[in-house]
């Protein structure tokens, strides 16, 4: 289940879709939006199970060329330092699709971070051609996340474009919580980095709040004219006996 989700529109810029409203990312703060996740994560009491770092930019190159695609993804993959991988290739009238998936490993860090490169030249009726790049680097643990996200930031750049990075920390509480115990939750992160709640969404299972933290500045999307830098989610998992936390910054871009 996911309430707020992110979307690539037919311009030169990246957008995001938050409910219905469409709103333009505000200049990236890696670093930041990091701080703001691990602050506002740390108050849930939740113990963390992995990370995402996700980015949806449209490049400055415009090509349905399988080659030029490769060219690109292969650069971006040895920034990444993810190691040789064999590209994923399919092509149709309207789209040409690139996928390089390998695996980022750090010294000394416990685990090891997967990551998913996909480059798209779109042909859009009506809009010209347009190259789309996804990058998620997934973990298991948390000890990479801060190194993660520069990687990825950086890999961006080398295309000529700016970054778009959602950053999200995943984790579990030991028991599964009613309604009111996950809002007690939210508020509790919430309030621990000074954030407003702008729009939420809940039902028997899952809650959801979004909004603008104050006490640590990272880039923000609008919805409905607010803007929204943090959105903390929990979903009761009655299989398990536990509830799955997520916390990110924009927003958080992985089912929940």
């Known amino acids: 289940m996911k309430k707020l989700w992110v979307a690539v529109l037919a311009s030169c810029a990246i957008s995001y879709v938050v409910g219905q409203e469409v709103a333009t990312a505000a200049s990236p703060g890696a670093e930041s939006s990091v701080a703001l996740v691990e602050s506002a994560f740390a108050a849930t009491g939740a113990r963390v199970t992995g990370f995402e770092v996700h980015d949806w930019t449209i490049l400055p190159q415009a090509t349905m060329s399988v080659a030029r695609l490769r060219v690109l993804g292969q650069g971006i993959a040895n920034e990444l330092q993810i190691g040789t991988v064999t590209p994923l290739i399919s092509k149709s009238v309207t789209e040409a699709s690139v996928v390089y998936v390998g695996t980022m490993r750090f010294a000394g860090e416990s685990g090891a971070v997967r990551v998913t490169v996909d480059l798209m030249g779109m042909r859009i009726p009506g809009a010209p051609v347009q190259t789309a790049l996804v990058i998620q680097a997934l973990a298991n643990d948390d000890g990479a996340v801060s190194e993660v996200d520069r990687r990825v930031a950086a890999a961006v750049q080398t295309t000529g474009a700016t970054p778009s990075i959602n950053v999200t920390m995943i ?9 009111s115990a996950r809002a007690k939750v939210i508020r509790q992160s919430f309030a621990s980095v000074d954030a407003r709640e702008a729009q939420s969404e809940q039902d028997a299972y899952t809650s959801s709040v979004a909004g603008c933290a104050n006490r640590i500045w990272a880039p923000a999307v609008r919805a409905n004219g607010q803007p929204i830098n943090l959105q903390v ?3 009761k998992r009655n299989e398990f006996k536990d509830t799955k936390v997520l916390v990110g910054s924009p927003v958080i871009t992985l089912e929940y």
């Open 171 to 179: 984790g579990l509480l030991g028991k599964s919580l009613a309604t």
């Open 233 to 235: 989610a929990l979903h």
